[in-house]
Structure formats: C-alpha cells, structure tokens
T-cell receptor
C-alpha cells in the first residue's frame, strides 16, 4: 500500500449538480478525515471517522454534505446541489491510533472541485 | 476553538536559514504539527511537538513553548526544492482533528 488515494483528482460540475468523491486510506489505518482547502488557506476540518463510525462533523458542513465509511475502509463524500462556493480542494487523510504513527495524519492528493 | 497565526510569506536565499513562527490560542492542546505543501500537492508531515523544547530532524527543526502558545519551524541549508507552503496545525485535546493556520509560503532564491 503506497498511501492515501483519492478519486477523481479533478471534477468540474455545473451548479446544482451532485458530486461524489472517494477516498481509500492506508489499509491498516482506522481513522479517516475529510478536509477542505481553498487557495491561500490551510485545510479546514470537515468530518472524521473511527472505523465506520462518524465521530464529528464540522459546523462548516451544511446539510448538502454527507460522508460515509460503510465498512470502515474507503469513504465517500457527497455534495448535493453544488454551489460555486463549494469550489475547493477536498483532502482526505488517514491515521492509525496504534503505536508510533498515532499522531501523524497522511494526506491523499486531493480532489479539486470546480463548480461553474 | 482554535486561532492559529503564521506569516503569509517569507523569502530566503539558497543555503541560508529561515525561521517560520506560529502562535496559537486554543481551547485544548494535544500536539503541534508542521506540514509542507508544494503547490497542487497534498500536505506532507514534517514534525510533531507535544512537549516543550526543540525537535531536530535533519535540516528541519521545530520548537514548542506551550506556556507561550508558540512554535517555530527552522529550515537550514535551504534548497530550491524547499520552496513551498508550510502549515502549522494544532490537534485538539479531546479528539484527533487538526486545526491549520493559513500557511507560510517560503520562496528560496538562488
């Protein structure tokens, strides 16, 4: 396993459409995080999972956003009725709360969303 | 909540040293992280401090003072490939999410 992967890498959609992104974490990692990053800013926390349980959801996440991690492995982030303000890089990260690597989050390459 | 401040930009010469400061005001603290992010790429982990003091890792060092809410990242013997954004992030006490600063863009010039 070479790291966190995300698909697609780029998505262009029209306002009002629904989009879904996928994240595959490092296989033994039980924690998975979603962040959003806009130009010139640091990543902002959206939500995170421990195994299949969604433990926290940011107030930034409106009802149009939903995330799942059905089997405690890959995760999906869906945005319904996209708006231009949703244009951003969506980053996924994973970590393992066992052993030395418990403090380090490994990031995927991100999905860049452009809403036209 | 978390309030994390770091300078927006810094410029330095190849071979020189640059120090990036980060100050934070947090409701809880369970570690401070530095990440490097090249344009269009994912952040990559550089360092982690949870106790006061200096952590050295090759050309990069990171310092933490919890009482002052202050950290710095020191980059020595700068190389052109070090041109990137450097992100300071604080982990909450009760959970594992990271709160990031806006990042410091470092430009290394020949």
């Amino acid at each position: 396993d070479t790291g966190v992967s995300q698909d697609p890498r780029h998505k262009i959609t029209k306002r009002g459409q629904n989009v879904t992104f996928r994240c595959d974490p490092i296989s033994e990692h039980n924690r998975l995080y979603w962040y959003r990053q806009t130009l010139g800013q640091g990543p902002e926390f959206l939500t995170y999972f421990q195994n299949e349980a969604q433990l926290e959801k940011s107030r930034l996440l409106s009802d149009r956003f939903s995330a799942e991690r059905p089997k405690g492995s890959f995760s999906t982030l869906e945005i319904q009725r996209t708006e231009q303000g949703d244009s951003a890089m969506y980053l996924c990260a994973s970590s393992d709360d066992q052993g030395k690597s418990s403090y380090e989050q490994y990031f995927g390459p991100g999905t860049r969303l452009t809403v036209t | 909540g978390q309030n994390i401040d770091q300078p927006t930009e810094m410029t330095a010469t190849e071979g020189a040293i640059v120090q990036i400061n980060c100050t934070y005001q947090t409701s809880g603290f369970n570690g401070l992280f530095w990440y490097q992010q090249h344009a269009g790429e994912a952040p990559t982990f550089l360092s982690y401090n949870v106790l006061d003091g200096l952590e050295e890792k090759g050309r990069f060092s990171s310092f933490l003072s919890r009482s002052k809410g202050y950290s710095y990242l020191l980059l020595k013997e700068l190389q052109m490939k070090d041109s990137a954004s450097y992100l300071c992030a604080v982990r909450d006490l009760d959970d594992y999410k990271l709160s990031f600063g806006a990042g410091t863009t470092v430009t290394v010039r020949a």
